[in-house]
């Protein structure tokens, strides 16, 4: 399993900043098994189990790829399905 923690900053009525962490282990991700992948040429795609290249897909948060619950989370984060 690999964690790394977060923090986000906001400006509303003076700072507030927000902290957390994320999960990258699969095994946490059970019920958020959709997988937003950036490709070499910088397209948000997603991929959904049984998919041809969801096995082969590999998550790295360092170069913004995520884990999705829903498709429709996936498409309102501006990311697209993988037509294969």
Not at 5 to 21: D, E, K, R
Not at 22 to 28: C, D, F, I, K, N
């Amino acid at each position: 399993m690999t964690r790394f923690a977060f923090a986000v900053a906001a400006l509303i009525s003076g700072s507030l900043l927000v902290m957390g962490t994320v999960s990258t282990s699969s095994a946490e991700n059970d019920a958020c098994n959709i997988k937003g992948n950036v490709s070499t040429r910088g397209e948000r795609i997603y991929h959904v189990p049984g998919q041809r290249y969801y096995n082969q897909t590999r998550i790295s948060a360092s170069h913004g790829e995520r884990w999705f619950c829903s498709e429709a989370e996936a498409r309102a984060a501006g990311w697209r399905r993988s037509r294969v």
